[in-house]
């Protein structure tokens, strides 16, 4: 315990799934933290997306350890929003200390639009350089900032499969260029002391898996699959004989790149797939 003490963290994408679970740990192990997410629809995305019921429930469960929680509605996408709430959360708490860059989307699948392409590349893509740079500037020496990729911009056809469809596409080239951006954006702020790191997950236990559209994208031999359905295909995707990983497999991950535990790691690329790239 106390492995982030009294530090600071900004989690996007925070009201359900893979951000809810960083932002517990993280005050589970001391932090105070920055709570956004968009907590409304996206049109076109084909499944709900987080409501302010969840953001509220996110900080009652980081409350619970005795941390401070400060949550903002904003859209990612939206830079000067975004600017303006992160500003204000940091002036109250006087500190930021770990950037968790984490909300997406993934609209895949053949049947949507070219819209779904921008969609995806907005939210997974410039949401988190939004996130990032608006955050750069207070993040203090010895900081951590860690972006959400995936695995599956590792695997080949991750932009070129038609049956993902444009929004598949716009997924896979947004996590690809997290992963290069994260290195690059490491030299550039090694000298300060301020790492940044990715972390890759398979598929997650997690409402953006548990969908519709991700039904379909696993089981195209089927018009409307269920979970079950999709359940049974699962496990192909990894080497280990899971159907996916949880979300606190993700966040143990996101409190060692918090954490002084990993002071000298920057730019990596940290698979949480049980074994999906020995598949490669």
């Not at 207070?138 to 932009?159: D, K, R, Y």
């Not at 499969?161 to 550039?188: E, H, M, T, W």
């Amino acid at each position: 315990m106390g492995r982030v003490q009294d530090k600071v963290a900004l989690i996007t994408g925070a009201a359900r799934g893979q951000g809810r679970s960083h932002a517990v740990r993280l005050a589970e192990e001391g932090a105070d933290v920055i709570l956004i997410d968009i907590c409304n629809d996206i049109p076109g995305v084909g499944y709900p997306m987080a409501t302010p019921e969840d953001l509220d429930e996110t900080v009652r469960l980081v409350e619970k350890f005795d941390r401070r929680a400060i949550p903002a509605i904003v859209d990612v996408r939206d830079r000067p929003s975004l600017q303006q709430a992160v500003t204000s959360a940091v002036d109250s708490f006087g500190r930021l200390d770990i950037v968790v860059a984490n909300a997406g989307i993934c609209p895949i699948g053949a049947d949507y639009p070219v819209s779904a392409f921008a969609d995806a590349v907005d939210v997974d893509l410039v949401g988190v350089l939004n996130t990032i740079h608006v955050a750069l500037p207070w993040v203090a020496p010895g900081g951590s900032i860690i972006a959400t990729g995936s695995v599956a911009a590792m695997l080949p056809n991750a932009v070129n499969n038609p049956g993902n469809g444009p929004g598949g596409a716009g997924y896979g080239l947004a996590k690809q260029f997290i992963s290069q951006y994260v290195v690059v954006l490491a030299r550039q702020v090694a000298a300060q002391g301020i790492r940044v790191n990715a972390v890759h997950p398979t598929n997650c236990n997690t409402d953006m898996l548990h969908s519709p559209p991700m039904y379909r994208a696993f089981r195209k031999d089927l018009p409307d699959p269920s979970r079950a359905d999709a359940e049974q295909i699962f496990p192909h995707m990894q080497s280990m004989p899971i159907p996916y990983v949880e979300p606190d497999d993700i966040a143990h991950a996101v409190i060692y790149l918090a954490s002084d535990e990993s002071r000298y790691v920057t730019g990596l690329q940290l698979a949480v797939d049980g074994g999906a790239l020995l598949k490669v």
